[in-house]
Each structure stands twice: as structure tokens, then as C-alpha cells.
């Protein structure tokens, strides 16, 4: 099986290379809301219609030679695709694309043979920190630092520019390195929370970071600075590009973390069990509102991590049933105690057989249990 990873480093342009990359993004602008305009007026024009029409408008407009013709062809299949989204519900009528949002465009990695020596468009040197692009040439990156080199076929690489003016490329690389099997000796079952993100059988507990918070506050002031200034002043910019800074490092630090905490536990272990995620309990709590979208988004992302990780390592991964109550049963003893749908209740002793339980780990501890059943099944039934 082949399996496609995303590697994402963050680009250092020099001047010149800046120049190229927003030339060719406003290249794939300009064709993108040239075409929407045009479709306006004319009905019942397909992909192809365009497609046929682009060398022309190339002819017009002198400036689109100078950039790689795929990525003009690529914008107008983005068109398309907005046009489909739109009409299959899914999304609103494609808008024009402004210079100030985030921006991307696709190059393709081509290979060959060049006096007997093997040649690639594309290519990531991480003991350099440098990359080769189509038509840029070698570009200072950052990222993966623990890595001296990515394994497996390059396919193709977007480069991008966020709105905050920061500039990243994507690498997108075929890897046939699934991991072989292991035979489990350790077991941990995971249960998923707001307050501490990730709890574990082991009793290890990690926290929604306090880093997040200090974001979080600073978010919330210059929401409410937003607020109170005139749209559209330059003030009124600054601030929100403020705010779409702190919005990017959120979601990078978060990244991390949880990458981090994926790894140290697929690592640890060689079954993995969490609950599946549909319906928890912890999302109903409407005060948080907040926190619940950072959580859910982090919920499903941590989830997605540790099937990854699992798959590549080759461990094994259960998800068991949301209905099951994790929570409310003692691992100890089996006493289903209904007291505890209050989730106020962090930590109690059993009344059944007076064990100390806390609330998390005890969840995690049934979850694990859960998981153990299941394994078993599943080895005797095959
Ligand atoms: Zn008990």
C-alpha cells in the first residue's frame, strides 16, 4: 500500500524569488477572476470552453508567459471546482480572489535522466536546509529539524503566502513504508477531554497548554480593540492582521503539541485505544464555547495523528463505541454509578468498593479494558 505524506516547511525568499513567487500567484489571480467575470455574462461554458480559451488570453496578456502555463491552467480547474461546490450546495458563489488572502499555486515534480545522472525538478536537502523549485531555484527553508532527510517519492509542491505575508511550501511525498506488524506486549486506552486534552491509562495527563491560554487572552482583547474601531481604517487592518497572526500561531503550536504527544505514545505502546469520536458529553458544555471549537478541531486532529502513526509503525489501533460509559463506570469494580453524568465531579471514591477514582484516568482505565476485549475478539475469531 502506498501512503502520501505532506511535508510543510516555512520559505525564506530572497527578494528576487519573493518577486517571481507573487507574480506567478497574481498570474493565477488574474485568470481565476478574469473567467469568473467572464462566466457571468456567458452561460452554459465548461472546463473545456476555457481550457480552449486560455492561449488566447496569454496572447492578450503578455505577462502570463513568464509563468509556468500548469499553474493558469490550475486556476481555472479551481474555478470549476468553486462552481461545483457552489452548485452542489456545498458553498457560496465563488468570490473574486483578493491579493490579501492566502494565496497558493502547484508545481509538479518532473524526474529524468540527464547525462546518465538522475534529475528531479524538485528537490528537499535538510542538512542545508534548502529546497529546489521550478523556476526558483534553491530557496532557504525551515521545519522538521529532527529530520536529515525525506524518505520516499516527491509528487508535487505548493507553495503558498499566508495572509500574515509569511511564505511556506508543502511537499507532497509517496512513501511505501508501512511498518511491520509488532506483536503487543502494552496496552493504553486514551480518554479525551477539554480541561486536560489527552489522559491516559498510564495517568499522564497533558493539558490544554497553558501557552494556549496566554493566546487565547490576548485574542479576546483584540477582538474587543476590533470591535471598537472603524472598519476598514488602517488601524482597523492592523489589528486584524494582528489577530490572523495569532490565529496562525495557534494552530502551529497546537500542531506541534500534538504531534508530540502522538508520537509519545504510539512509541510507548502497541495498542491504542480511544473512544471514537461522534457525540461526547464534554461538548455539550455550552460555556465553553470558546474552547470547544479549539477542542474539537484538536480532538479530531489528535485522532487522526494516532491512526497515522499506528499505521506506519505498525501497531494496532481500536476505536471503541461513544455510547459505551466510559465515565461513569469504576474500573475496579464494574459499579455503574449514574451520579457521574455531573461532570463537575473531577474525583470520588467508589461507593461500591471505595476505590479512589479520578475521573479521567478512571474513564481511560475502562476505555483500555474496552479495547482489551475487543482485542481479544478479534484475535480469536481469526
Ligand atoms: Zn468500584
Redesign the pocket.
Known amino acids: 500500500m502506498k501512503i502520501y505524506k505532506a511535508y510543510k516547511f516555512r520559505l525564506y525568499p530572497t527578494n528576487d524569488q519573493r518577486g517571481f513567487i507573487n507574480r506567478t500567484l497574481g498570474c493565477k489571480r488574474f485568470v481565476y477572476n478574469y473567467y469568473l467575470n467572464y462566466l457571468k455574462d456567458n452561460n452554459g461554458i465548461n472546463r473545456f470552453d476555457l481550457h480552449k480559451d486560455l492561449p488566447k488570453l496569454k496572447e492578450e496578456n503578455e505577462f502570463l508567459k513568464e509563468v509556468d502555463s500548469t499553474v493558469l491552467r490550475s486556476a481555472i480547474d479551481d474555478l470549476c471546482k468553486a462552481f461545483s461546490d457552489y452548485y452542489a450546495k456545498r458553498k457560496g458563489y465563488p468570490k473574486f480572489k483578493s491579493k490579501f488572502n492566502k494565496q497558493s499555486y502547484r508545481t509538479s515534480c518532473v524526474r529524468g535522466t540527464y547525462k546518465e545522472k538522475e534529475y528531479s525538478n524538485i528537490e528537499v536537502d535538510l542538512l542545508t536546509r534548502n529546497i529546489k523549485l521550478p523556476k526558483l531555484g534553491k530557496v532557504k527553508i525551515r521545519g522538521y529539524r529532527k529530520k536529515d532527510k525525506i524518505e520516499g517519492k516527491i509528487l508535487n509542491a505548493t507553495i503558498s503566502r499566508e495572509s500574515t505575508g509569511k511564505y511556506y511550501v508543502s511537499v507532497v511525498v509517496e512513501e511505501n513504508l508501512l511498518g511491520e506488524k509488532v506483536t503487543p506486549t502494552s496496552i493504553v486506552g486514551i480518554d479525551l477531554g477539554i480541561k486536560d486534552l489527552v489522559v491516559t491509562s498510564d495517568g499522564i495527563k497533558y493539558s490544554n497548554e497553558k501557552v494556549l491560554m496566554k493566546f487565547e487572552k490576548r485574542l479576546k482583547r483584540l477582538q474587543r480593540k476590533l470591535s471598537r474601531q472603524v472598519k476598514g481604517s488602517k488601524n482597523y487592518l492592523k489589528t486584524k492582521e494582528k489577530i490572523a497572526r495569532i490565529h496562525a500561531k495557534i494552530k502551529n503550536y497546537r500542531k506541534h503539541y500534538l504531534n508530540d504527544i502522538a508520537n509519545e505514545i504510539v512509541d510507548e505502546h502497541d495498542i491504542i485505544v480511544t473512544e471514537d469520536l461522534k457525540v461526547k458529553d464534554m461538548y455539550k458544555d455550552k460555556r465553553k464555547a470558546f474552547n470547544k471549537s479549539l477542542s474539537d478541531a484538536a480532538v479530531s486532529t489528535f485522532l487522526s495523528l494516532i491512526e497515522w502513526k499506528c499505521k506506519i509503525k505498525g501497531k494496532i489501533y481500536y476505536k471503541i463505541n461513544t455510547y459505551y460509559p466510559s465515565s461513569q463506570i ?1 474500573s ?4 455503574k454509578n449514574s451520579k457521574l453524568k455531573d461532570l463537575s465531579i473531577r474525583e470520588y471514591n ?1 461507593p ?4 479512589y477514582n479520578d475521573r479521567d484516568i478512571n474513564a481511560s482505565l475502562n476505555i483500555l479494558l474496552e479495547g482489551l476485549k475487543l482485542h481479544y475478539n478479534l484475535v480469536s475469531l481469526a
Open positions: 469504576c475496579y469494580c464494574g459499579y467508589c461500591k468498593c471505595g476505590i
